[in-house]
């Protein structure tokens, strides 16, 4: 499974970003990982195909929200309410199969990922 992020951008404080995660094939789950400069890679929500259920990182709750286009293989992270504290690469990740709830939050839960792109929130 190929995957393609965009959407990453320079925003200020308070500001939105939209990113987009286009699978190569229909997998079944999709995730955003980010990783911050000198700080480790975190979890900040993932989906599954079917049932569809969302997960978040408690830090983005509220602000953030994860969708999917089934049709496109496509995932989307509406992100609101940024704050410099979301300023970090983001990874766009997937799974080709079913996984237990506890892997889904956990990066070694996704066996494909793509390119990271980049998110900065001026304050």
């Known amino acids: 499974v190929q995957l393609q992020a965009s959407g990453g951008g320079l925003v200020t404080a308070g500001g939105s970003l939209r990113l987009s995660c286009v699978a190569s094939?229909?997998?079944?789950?999709m995730g955003w990982f980010r990783q911050a400069p000198g700080k480790e890679r975190e979890f900040v929500s993932a989906?599954?195909?079917?049932?569809?259920?969302?997960y978040y990182a408690d830090s983005v709750k509220g602000r953030f929200t994860i969708s999917r286009d089934s049709a496109s293989n496509t995932a989307y992270l509406q992100m609101n309410s940024l704050k410099p504290e979301d300023t970090a690469v983001y990874y766009c990740?997937?799974?080709?199969?079913?996984?237990?709830?506890?892997?889904?939050?956990?990066?070694?839960?996704?066996?494909?990922w793509g390119q990271g792109t980049l998110v900065t929130v001026s304050s």
């Open positions: 989906v599954t195909l079917s049932p569809k259920i969302t």
């Open positions: 990740a997937a799974r080709y199969g079913r996984i237990i709830t506890s892997y889904m939050k956990r990066a070694e839960g996704y066996d494909h």
């Open positions: 094939e229909r997998t079944y789950s």
